[in-house]
């Protein structure tokens, strides 16, 4: 069974800087796509940003461009999202999730999912 650990957040000052880390159970080469997203209780679980089985591809929501960055370590299969110049608006639980299909382009795609970690950043 696929297992996906998330790493704890937490609470910063806007301006300020946060590392999330994903570790899966298996190798990262199981899925065509991994990713992050976020949910607040006013809005739907959206994408953040995600990243190709090979790696070379990224796609991320404008609202996060320039500021964060997803990446990879393969010999550990773990998961990445860099996050900076934080402002208050990106308070949301976390998810790291995996792909397993050939789309993998929405939130209904993924079926992997980690167990959610809080960012909180503070104004």
């Known amino acids: 069974q696929v297992q996906l650990v998330q790493s704890a957040g937490g609470l910063v000052q806007a301006g300020g800087s946060l590392r999330l880390s994903c570790a899966t159970s298996g190798s990262i080469f199981d899925f065509n796509a991994m990713g992050w997203f976020r949910q607040t209780p006013e809005k739907e679980r959206e994408l953040v940003v995600t990243?190709?089985?090979?790696?070379?591809?990224?796609s991320a929501t404008d609202s996060v461009k320039g500021r964060f960055t997803i990446s990879r370590d393969i010999a550990k299969n773990t998961l990445y999202l860099q996050m900076n110049s934080l402002k208050p608006e990106d308070t949301a639980m976390y998810y790291c999730?995996?792909?397993?299909?050939?789309?993998?382009?929405?939130?209904?795609?993924?079926?992997?999912w980690g167990q959610g970690t809080q960012v909180t950043v503070s104004s």
């Open positions: 990243i190709s089985r090979s790696g070379s591809d990224t």
């Open positions: 999730a995996a792909c397993a299909g050939y789309v993998c382009y929405e939130v209904g795609n993924y079926d992997y």
